[in-house]
């Protein structure tokens, strides 16, 4: 409620070796700080006070779209959700990212607002970001998880004490794209799958990704694999703009012929992490796109699925999104 | 009537500075030597303070003061009071700091260790009425405009024979009724009869309510965002403790307020008080987009039954309603009387009973929201009766059609009391708007089906009152010939501060261009003025404008004849000149009237007044009596009956059944506003108002954790108004466009009941495209039509409220 920031050491390295140097000499009180649009929040709230910011903002070799050999992109994590919607290799080569990125919040937010802070911000919960103690924040309660709460925004699948949802558009896009997460810290550089960078709250309740203090998301390697496939991605959300999904979907496919001969799908805002829709996957590779399957896909889709008090809509949705990425691959 | 300036566009005089980022606000008001202040809000939805400890918030570098509520006036227990010893909601202000910066304040405030005792509370009307049901306020749980604070809880028998999912009708403190309902019903061809919801929402207005005040040589400055201007100078002197001739009050842009700012509020006089305890030093309380949600008032939510008895020609011969309004933690604003106001208006029923039961909770305090009541009632009751055309198997424009008072309103009929109506043109409304939006073949299609979307065509009706009499006009012509139209109403953002400031122009013959109008300020010597609010400013001011322009204009007239000899009668006025009418070399103009009127003084130059205008105009023309020729008047113009605002929507929307979204394709909105003032402005006002219903009715909510009484929706992308990207890049709009008989240039307001026509189209739409499915609930979210579609049941209760 307060609106007003408190007072923080801010550091604007130039460089990812002098940002590594200082996230070392911080520790756990440095919080990197990319767009600031997760971060300013949680400041002037003053839910979350880390006494030391590390701007990676004026770091050139974060920002950019480069492509690679294997006709794959290589995405800068500071590249702003409006380079990535507008650039024309992501439209032609990955569609579903350009897509996810510009359904993100309003474009003023895209204008500022980056690929790295997309992926790795915080999720939206209201209870978690008005400071009740919860799991997330430390404490032992959910208090988005109780016979009277709201939870209209919640989980549907993988609940585990917290039923708080990733709220990036653009991380389903990474999981289908089989995008790889590049990751430095002082002991050196790591790839990350995009399966494996979103954790849940079964690995780490207080996380959302494999990212820990003195860890530096540099970007996002997207390999030629899925290149110039056929793409989906939809998003529904209650405006068309300056909203959280309240589910969103992302497809890869490739096509033989009318059969779907590969394809890998993704669900957004329906657990803690993106949510690889396996058994969709297994059910259409192979098959031909069509009523008959689209029946079948609508039966699968939502399988499993632990509505909460406000959330069951999520399956019909879920359910219908699954249909329509299928039906985006007939003829 | 031939106009030469109304009913024409023109350029607001404040429009340019919106445009270009000139216009200064509350929270661009600086000065040197400014002191900021921060707030300690209350984390529980009910406690008692029990213990303040400003120790470590005093040793806080650059503290300068505290302001604890036993240092403010506290009002009765259903008031609001500026800094609370019993907060009643989450965020309510407990203890103010004044810090040498805005950080400092912020640091101190969270320096302050508080001991609160929790209270009970509730966030459900419904709960609080039932037996040993908690009370928001410590000693009852009702209370309501002209309601006494009490406690009333209905039997544990009222619960059981309503059963789980339909509205308790237990006793009421507000019922009346005309003719006899129970035999209308007995002769009723179709009674559609429903349980419903609308929740409250908040405000939201983009410019938060950020004060600022100084004392000067004994005067309180205080600068302040409000819809009003002398309206709300009394009232926020009292809030001081001043006089008001003591207070200088700026309010010169106000960026939004839809009645949350009508008038002046407790808040707006924190920096004033802070100020005064800091022997005069400027003050800025600058109010954050939470704070706003916590302290800018809401629109009043309804728990409601609602049955209607419609004859087999769609005339609806009986109405009973019932409503339990949401009042917050304060006596509120009296929406419930406004639902069967406008029931008994829009409807024209036969025979009406009518029910309401204010209740106390611990959300935020309720104030008026653009159609306060009434919008509400079109959300609710304009889906019944698309419910009674299906049954019935008449045409939903059909039916309005038996029911809309119309034809200039001398059959129509208003209220409990059943009075007179100055005009009323709804059915015509109706008609223009079907023609326009060819109702007539595009309902043929509407409902039909195309892949996974559904087109459906859908009306909505509202209302307003739209007027009052009984304050006071003020002009002055200058010696330089300028006319100076001193306006005390305010700027909600309308632009109809200048369009009703024209009329004075209008009755002088004058050229725009050389007319100023004087406002923003009480140091601009304002007359005494109803606010910016309640739709009233086109009837009000239009009046006041033309009474003391007539007092001008009697005055020239009579300042000729006594130079040019002859009587007043043997005079025109032309071009800015009193020209003798059969003799036109026997002319002199405005501007040496303007001098000849400061030298006769007396009435001339305002050094005498008319006996019954109100001091604050008093004191406004003895500030500015004898720089010129003064036109001042109380508007005495006969006023009888209700002024009726009315509006229709027609909208055609294709529903996704997929996704629960949809797609507004075309809205119409018609107005009756009586004579069009200012063209362009009206426009603004039907497209704006349906933005504003398209949120009201689709996604704008107040949502409270039941457990906590914390609520979930106090940022704007939680509140969720409508953006550009949801709204149709082109609406229609036009207006019936009869003048009012009431008013001398035969204008009326229209503000409010254009967000409700709009809302309740929307809602019939997606009703509509469902096959009629009623979701009595606004608003209709996404997760609502999604169910619908898929056949689930919906997450919420049937009367469950502050809910998802």
């Known amino acids: 409620m307060s609106d007003v920031m408190y007072d923080f050491e801010l550091y604007q390295p130039d460089s990812v070796a002098d940002a590594l140097e200082l996230l070392g000499e911080h520790g756990k009180d440095a919080w990197i700080i990319a767009g600031g649009k997760d971060s300013l929040d949680w400041f002037k709230d003053r839910v979350k006070k880390p006494p030391v910011l590390v701007d990676i903002s004026s770091i050139a070799e974060l920002h950019g779209i480069r492509e690679e050999d294997d006709g794959g992109l290589a995405v800068g994590a500071m590249t702003t959700l409006t380079e990535i919607n507008e650039s024309p290799v992501i439209r032609a080569k990955f569609p579903v990212l350009a897509e996810a990125a510009g359904h993100v919040a309003s474009p003023q937010i895209r204008n500022a607002g980056t690929l790295g802070g997309n992926l790795s911000q915080d999720t939206r919960c209201f209870y978690y970001r008005d400071g009740f103690p919860c799991y997330r924040a430390g404490g032992n309660t959910c208090y988005a998880n109780t016979p009277t709460a709201m939870n209209r925004e919640h989980t549907l699948f993988e609940a585990s004490r917290c039923v708080a949802v990733t709220p990036s558009d653009t991380a389903p896009a990474t999981v289908v794209l089989e995008a790889e997460m590049v990751i430095r810290n002082k002991k050196g550089q790591r790839i990350v799958k995009a399966e494996d960078f979103f954790i849940g709250p079964e690995i780490d309740i207080t996380r959302m990704t494999v990212l820990k203090p003195g860890d530096i998301l540099l970007g996002v390697r997207f390999p030629g694999k899925w290149a110039g496939s056929r793409q989906y991605f939809e998003k529904v959300a209650d405006r068309n703009v300056w909203d959280f999904a309240l589910l969103s979907i992302a497809m890869a496919a490739k096509m033989d012929g009318a059969r779907i001969a590969d394809v890998r799908l993704a669900s957004g805002a329906v657990q803690c992490t993106p949510r690889r829709m396996t058994s969709v996957e297994d059910l259409i590779k192979g098959e031909t796109p069509g009523e008959d399957l689209e029946t079948l896909v609508a039966r699968v889709a939502s399988r499993g699925a632990k509505p909460l008090n406000y959330n069951h809509f999520k399956i019909p949705l879920l359910e219908n999104l699954a249909k329509r990425a299928a039906r985006s691959l007939a003829a | ?804």
């Open chain 2, 1 to 804: 009537m031939a106009y030469k300036l109304i009913g024409k566009n023109f350029t607001p005089p404040d429009l340019e500075a919106k445009v270009t980022g000139a216009a200064r606000y509350a929270e661009d008001f600086r000065a040197d030597g400014m002191a900021f202040i921060r707030i300690l809000a209350s984390p529980m939805p009910h406690a008692m303070v029990k213990k303040i400890d400003l120790g470590r918030a005093e040793k806080v570098p650059g503290f300068l003061a505290a302001l604890t509520p036993d240092e403010v006036k506290q009002p009765g227990p259903t008031g609001q009071p500026i800094l609370a010893a019993e907060p009643a909601y989450v965020g309510q202000p407990i203890v103010a700091i004044a810090a040498e910066t805005e950080q400092a304040a912020e640091d101190a405030v969270a320096a302050i260790e508080i001991e609160l005792e929790p209270l009970a509370f509730c966030v459900d009307p419904l709960e609080s009425l039932r037996p040993g049901g908690p009370n928001a306020l410590t000693g009852g749980n009702i209370s309501g405009r002209r309601i006494e604070f009490q406690e009333i809880k209905w039997s544990g028998k009222d619960f059981a024979l309503a059963g789980e999912d339909a509205l308790p009708k237990g006793t009421p403190v507000v019922e009346w009724a005309f003719g006899d309902v129970e035999a209308a019903f007995k002769e009723a061809a179709v009674v559609v009869e429903e349980n419903m919801v609308h929740a409250s929402n908040a405000h939201h207005a983009m410019e938060p309510r950020t004060a600022a005040a100084y004392w000067e040589n004994g005067k309180c400055h205080v600068w302040g965002s409000t819809q009003s201007t002398a309206f709300a100078q009394p009232a926020l002197a009292r809030l001081i403790g001043i006089e008001p001739s003591d207070l200088v009050f700026v309010a010169e842009y106000c960026g939004g307020g839809f009645g949350g700012k009508a008038t002046s509020y407790p808040l707006m006089a924190l920096p004033a008080l802070m100020s005064k305890k800091l022997g005069g030093r400027p003050c800025l309380a600058r109010v954050s987009r939470a704070e706003e949600y916590y302290n800018g008032y809401a629109r009043a939510g309804f728990q409601a039954w609602a049955k209607f008895g419609f004859r087999k020609d769609g005339r609806l011969i009986a109405a009973d309603v019932y409503v339990v309004q949401d009042l917050g933690s304060t006596s509120g604003f009296p929406d419930f009387n406004n639902v069967g106001n406008a029931t008994s208006i829009v409807f024209q029923p036969e025979n009406m009973r009518f029910r309401a039961m204010p209740v106390l909770t611990n959300t935020v305090p309720k104030g008026a929201q653009r159609g306060p009541g009434e919008n509400q009632t079109a959300n609710m009751f304009e889906p019944l009766i698309d419910k009674a055309a299906r049954e019935l198997g008449i045409d939903r424009l059909a039916i309005r059609l038996a029911n809309a008072p119309g034809g200039g309103g001398k059959d129509a009929k208003y209220g409990a009391e059943q009075g007179p109506v100055t005009s009323a043109y709804l059915r015509e409304a109706l008609v223009k708007g079907g023609e326009r939006f060819n109702w007539a073949e595009r309902v043929k299609t509407s409902g039909q089906r195309n892949g996974s979307k559904v087109r459906a065509v859908a009306i909505g009706q509202a209302y307003h009152s739209a007027g009052r009499n009984g304050f006071d006009g003020l002009v002055r012509i200058t010696p330089d010939g300028i006319l100076h139209i001193h306006t005390g109403v305010g700027n909600l953002g309308t632009f109809s501060y200048a369009s009703t400031s024209r009329v004075a122009a209008e009755v002088l013959g004058y050229d725009w261009s050389r007319c100023t109008i004087e406002r923003g300020g009480t140091a601009r010597s304002l007359p005494w003025n109803l606010g910016q609010f309640g739709s009233n400013t086109s009837f009000t001011m239009t009046r006041t404008n033309f009474v003391a322009a007539t007092d001008a204009k009697d005055k020239l007239l009579t300042l000729a004849s006594m130079d040019l000899g002859g009587s007043p009668d043997d005079y025109d006025l032309v071009d800015e000149h009193v020209v003798h009418k059969s003799d036109t070399a026997r002319r002199v103009s405005f501007a040496d009237c303007a001098k000849r009127a400061v030298k006769l003084g007396g009435a001339f130059n305002g050094q005498e007044v008319p006996e019954d205008i109100n001091p604050m105009t008093r004191a406004a023309v003895a500030a500015i009596a004898g720089t010129g020729l003064i036109g001042v008047a109380k508007d005495n113009l006969a006023k009888e009956g209700v002024v009726p605002a009315l509006s229709v929507g027609f909208i055609e929307i294709e529903l996704d059944l997929e996704t629960g979204k949809y797609e507004i394709l075309d809205y119409v909105g018609v107005a009756d506003c009586g004579t069009v003032m200012h063209p362009q402005g009206l426009a603004a006002q039907v497209r704006g108002g349906a933005v504003m219903g398209f949120g009201l009715a689709s996604t704008e909510r107040h949502i409270y954790d039941p457990a906590y009484g914390r609520p979930g929706a106090r940022g704007l992308h939680q509140a969720k108004p409508k953006t550009y990207l949801d709204i149709p890049a082109e609406m229609g709009w036009d207006a019936v466009d009869q003048p009012d008989p009431q008013n001398p240039v035969g204008a009326k307001g229209i503000g409010e009941p254009l967000e409700g026509a709009a809302s309740s189209a929307l809602i019939c739409a997606i009703s509509e495209a469902l096959g009629g499915y009623m979701f009595n609930r606004t608003p209709v979210v996404t997760d609502m039509i999604l169910n619908a579609a898929a056949g689930r049941p919906q997450s919420h209760k049937p009367l469950q409220t502050n809910c998802e």
